[in-house]
């Protein structure tokens, strides 16, 4: 069962214009939620960490957003460069009586930022 | 990819072939964990490990193998009895509420 459905699969935007990648979950109970970067052919990296209580956080031209009650978070970039072109990746925690926690990890969305 | 090395970036192996998979850290982190990743697809959770000498499955630990001697090392043994063994592999290791991944090891089965 996939527990977290991320929108759109693809993107291609020109430099310098914003956009908007969606994220929705089911996961719970729900502990936090993650943003994560990743390069092609490189490991993820974090860019934002959102528990259910923060609504928006921002890291520089990165914003987040989250709604815990629909279940919905979004990852706004502005100014888009170049380097920002590739898959963003989010990941609700959700709370395991096992192993203490358990991430779910979406497709990610593949982003393109052309000249 | 923050004092996590995995090793090698790429690699080849023939069918029929067990291959380890190298993941160190010096981050000293309890826990560390082993992904597999496919295209289009979301990381999948092979094996991870929260304290030395235990170890867990994940969601498809079949046809692998682990093993935690050391803090920081989790090697991951792809196994013949994979079916499917070609793909993208992620190790990461974690404090309380952070994963840091390595940079990956691209694996390919002739």
Redo the contacts between chains.
């Keep these: 069962k996939n527990q ?1 459905e991320q929108s759109p ?1 693809s993107l291609i935007i020109l430099e310098g214009k914003n956009c908007t990648l969606q994220c929705n979950y089911t996961v719970s109970p729900f502990s ?1 939620l ?1 943003w994560y970067k990743q390069d092609t ?6 860019l934002t ?1 959102m528990t259910f209580s923060e609504n928006t956080k921002s890291n520089g031209r990165y914003t987040a957003t989250l709604d815990a009650d629909t279940k919905q978070s979004s990852l706004h970039i502005t100014a888009s460069q170049l380097s920002d072109s590739a898959s963003y ?1 989010c990941v609700p ?1 959700r709370i395991d009586a096992d ?2 926690y358990a ?6 969305t593949s982003l393109l930022v052309t000249p | 990819d923050g004092g996590i090395t995995q090793s090698p970036k790429y690699l080849f192996r023939k069918e029929g072939q067990n291959v380890t998979l190298s993941c160190e850290q010096n981050l000293n982190h309890d826990a560390m964990y082993w992904y597999r990743q496919d295209p289009g697809q979301g990381l999948r959770l092979i094996y991870y490990s929260q304290i030395v000498n235990d170890f867990q499955k994940g969601d498809i630990a079949e046809g692998y193998s682990v093993s935690r001697e050391k803090k920081e090392s989790f090697p991951l043994t792809v196994t013949s009895a994979q079916k499917n063994p070609t793909a993208f592999y992620l190790c990461a290791s974690s404090t309380e509420d952070t994963q840091y991944f390595g940079p990956g090891t691209r694996l390919t089965v002739l």
Excluded: D, T
């Design positions: 977290v699969q936090n993650r052919g490189r490991g993820p990296v974090s960490i990746i925690r192993s203490g991430l779910n990890f979406g497709k990610g």
